[in-house]
């Protein structure tokens, strides 16, 4: 099923509600691979595209969900703009070519990138949205300004739903300016305990960094990274500022090249290889305990330590180590045979489970949405 | 007053000797205020507009006490209020006749801080200035502010998702919210969120967050905390017409600068404020900007420079940054001066708080001067410009019969106004019961029963916090957008209140 507009996603809903089928609705399948197959009939969004509304100067932009990423990434690029919470495209980590990825599917799963540490997640950048839920019905949430507080904050609960509440029709983002220039201070050679305390020490300081990530030592020794962004004296000085705060240890600045291979591997995940893919949200301070407890081949921090990509294939220690960290692991990247007896998604504490599933069913009453794809509880 | 309020529930109402009898053997000692005299401390809150004393007040103390008090509420019907410091501008926390008021005044203690996370653990009593004190001698502060930051709760800012002028860059308190220990009405406690970024599955933090006291009762907030920035410099500038300034804040903004703060004042408020705190502000200007930047000081050179180049292009007849710390909290002391400064021009005056596109301001300025004349009050605008937040000041007199419904019609027309260029009821101070009739011009049925659902979800029988955020009922169906056929209600599904 293809629909061409929210009437068509409301009719094809409805339908399927009257029919008592599930629904697994999907962009540009960039992230088809996350979550075990269901067999459920497939409501293709991405026909769903197109700019619908933006003006720079208001910081906000009204674009169809099924609009790919990369087109909207372009276009607020060619306003000096970006989307800050710095999405990225799935397809790589599965072995295809980016370009795929939509809006919609971005904000569906809460992908957020490297700047996510400092200038928030999908969740904060989400103004509001058109939606189909799971009776048929449409209806909007939110608003098209940057500050809103009327009415119950419903885009929140669109943001990482992965298609379990709503189908978004038309979404609105906050948008922002692009920092005119970017550096990239490095050290050597730190463990993970070490790098974190680096990390941590810079994002207390008054450095002002939008991002800061570690790779172990594999082709290279270990780097730990910060990225600072914005006009030009002020990169210049607030540069000076992290090598100052890193004197012991040596730090230097990555050329343009390398910092941008170093960000780019944080996104595509090249440097994890193939193999069982992990995503480990944690306190910034508990990355170092994770990686510890699971000692895997590979593995990456972003988020300061707070996000921890690894390979692992025991998934009950992956899940054990991430819940002991104050954390959760979502699987992201697994065999066939894993995904179905693995679910992707943290199993939640029962009470939490409980009120989600009520949360669902406000929207979903007959479960056209759960397909059991993300939670084995449905 | 006035105001329409759920009915009062006679059997609760009957009961209400027995129901302090339980409360008292809940919360024990000081904990349950029964005395009309005492009562009265409680019955309004920064709406003065609207009074009602409480039936009862019970201020727990524990986790377990409050989880016991919502169970007990819950098993018997009765409606619950919660409240924190009770400075909500929108009557969020306005006790109802039959209701507990459930006052979080107690939980007033930081649980713990990690600076290596930057991350606060704070009970909801605990104050907003409370939290950048404790953490400001490691130079540390939690950005949020707003205006009532002395007196105002954590636990109200994450009721109400509280703003301040420092919004557009650091975010509202949505933004700035990790986890949450919350209270359901049926006494059940959970943890949302945690130390961690992005929770394992639905937002349900950023659900609760700014869901004005209805879904659950918050006992425990992990805040993030951000190295206070190096500097901060702010630059005064006046406009000859609100266009020039207008046009200023969007090519400031398309410049690809974030100030910390951009506040305009038009011509009413310059005057007020000026009489009052003598902050240097010219009088022969329209519109009045103060921009703040912070940073490091290289970067709020770099940009002062920027900004004054982009206001005289943009016709400025002054513009003036702060020679010194005394000087920027001299242009600041006029502007947080300006709703007593605008308090002194009449007996009363009532805030309104709507948020608008910013490239319509010149015209909602204009037609809010023809709603002025036509209601024969006055009216001062003070505004958020970089986010485009809105805060008209209506001028009255509450001794004067009929002037109060007068200002409140002048203030709906307003926030109308907003909606119809394309904004919003509210930017910070909530719904609460002074907005709620107004949902419907922003949304339609349907999206409003969407918000029903939810709010069943959390807390089917409707009794926290009633009356607040939406339409009632009979009202509703007056106004003919609820409509009723045959006797049936549309989703007998839902909760209606």
Known sequence: MQPRDEGDVAEAIAQARAAGTRLELRGGGSKADIGRATGCAVLDLSALIGVVDYDPAELVLTVRPGTPLAEVEALVASQGQML??????????????????TIGGVIAAGVSGSRRLTAGGVRDHLLGLHGVNGRGETFVAGAKVVKNVTGYDLPKLACGSWGRLLAMTEVTLKVLPRGRTSASIAVEGLDPAAACAAMAAVLGSAADVQAAAHRPAGEGPALTVVRLEGFGPSVAARTATVAALWHDLAPRSLDEAR?????????????????????????????????????????????????????????CAVRAAAEAAGGHAMLVRGGAALRQATPALHPLAPQVAALEARVRAAFDPDGVFDTGRFTHAD | MSLVMPAPDSRVLDRRAAIVAALCAIVPGEGVIDEPRRLKVYESDG??????????????ETVEQVSAVLAYCHAHGIRVVPRGAGTSLSGGALPLVDAVLLGMAKFNRILSVDYADRVAVVQPGVTNLAVTEAVSPRGFYYAPDPSSQIACTIGGNVAENSGGV???????????VLALQVVLIDGTVLRLGGGHLDAAGLDLVGLMVGSEGLLGVVTEVTVRILPRPETARALLIGFATVEGAGQCVADVIGAGIVPAGMEMMDRPAIHAAEAFVHAGYPLDVEALLIVELDGPAAECDHLVGEIAAIATRNGATTCRAAADEAERMRFWAGRKAAFPAVGRLAPDYYCMDGTIPRRRLPEVLARMRVLSEDYGLGVANVFHAGDGNLHPLILYDANRPGEL???EAFGADILRLCVEVGGVLTGEHGVGVEKRELMPVMFAAADLDQQLRVKAAFDPPSLLNPGKMFPLLHRCAEQGRVHIHGGALPHPDLPRF
Not at chain 1, 84 to 101: K, L, Q, S
């Open chain 1, 84 to 101: 800050a919470f710095e999405p990225f495209d799935h397809g790589p980590i599965f072995g295809r070519p980016a370009g795929a990825a």
């Open chain 2, 405 to 407: 419904a007068r200002a």
């Open chain 2, 47 to 60: 709406l003065t507009a609207y009074r009602q004393p409480p039936m009862v007040v019970v201020l727990p």
């Open chain 1, 259 to 315: 910092a941008d291979r170093f960000w780019q591997d944080l996104r595509d995940l090249a440097p994890l290889g193939q193999g069982t893919l992990w995503r480990i949200n944690t306190p910034p301070s508990a990355g170092p305990a994770v990686v510890a407890a699971l000692n895997p081949a590979r593995w990456l921090f972003d988020w300061a330590g707070g996000l921890t990509w690894l390979t692992a294939d025991d998934a």
């Open chain 2, 166 to 176: 420092h919004c557009l860059k650091y975010g509202l308190t949505t933004n700035n």
